[in-house]
């Protein structure tokens, strides 16, 4: 399985950016999906996840009510819509396959496959 995240950019204070997570080697089905991110200096951290059918979701409350998380497993691509942004949101942001269908925790050791990061820089 590999995964190739894509869409971060720069954006301004109060933007909105759309990332995508391309699956390939397998069923983006058979997966419970994350997106994590990287501040410069920071450790990882956890933003959101969904179930392998999207019905089930779980936000950092760092982003809750800014950000969501969805996922088209037709076309094997999980998405994380992000308003609103802020300066703090500016990182690194990674996507991740889990090992388990219906887990939507942040323990990084439950995801499996990770994408090789793209950066998202909000500017004030």
Request: with cysteine.
């Amino acid at each position: 399985v590999q995964l190739q995240a894509s869409g971060g950019g720069l954006v301004q204070l109060g933007g909105s950016l759309r990332l995508s997570c391309a699956l390939s080697g397998g069923a983006l089905s058979s997966y419970a999906m994350g997106w994590f991110r990287q501040a410069p200096g920071k450790e990882r951290e956890f933003v959101a996840a969904n179930s392998w059918s999207g019905t089930m979701t779980n936000y950092a409350d760092s982003v809750k009510g800014r950000f969501a998380i969805s996922r088209d497993n037709a076309k094997n691509t999980v998405y994380l819509q992000m308003n609103s942004l802020k300066p703090e949101d500016t990182a690194v942001y990674y996507c991740a396959a889990g090992g388990h269908p219906y887990y939507t925790g942040g323990a990084e050791t439950n995801y499996n496959y990770w994408g090789q990061g793209t950066q998202v820089t909000v500017s004030s």
